[in-house]
């Protein structure tokens, strides 16, 4: 293997990696804004929404998530 593509590799993991660690800490500032009795439905807005998770988005799950 060339460098060129470790590199390459080695960036896409380091973003991916990134991208999860602001997903967790967008997750954890919803559950701080909300009340304790509101936050497994705000987590699982938030997980749900940006298909973080492997989450299956149908325009049906996002319309009724956001209603």
């Not at 997750?27 to 998770?53: P, Y």
């Amino acid at each position: 293997m060339n460098a060129e593509f470790m590199i390459n590799n080695f960036r896409v993991l380091l973003g991916g990696m990134l991208v999860f660690v602001m997903h967790l800490g967008f997750a954890m500032l919803e559950a701080g804004l909300c009340r304790a009795k509101n936050c497994t439905n705000i987590l699982f807005k938030v997980l749900n929404i940006s298909g973080g998770e492997g989450g299956i988005r149908t325009p049906d799950t996002v319309t009724r998530m956001t209603v």
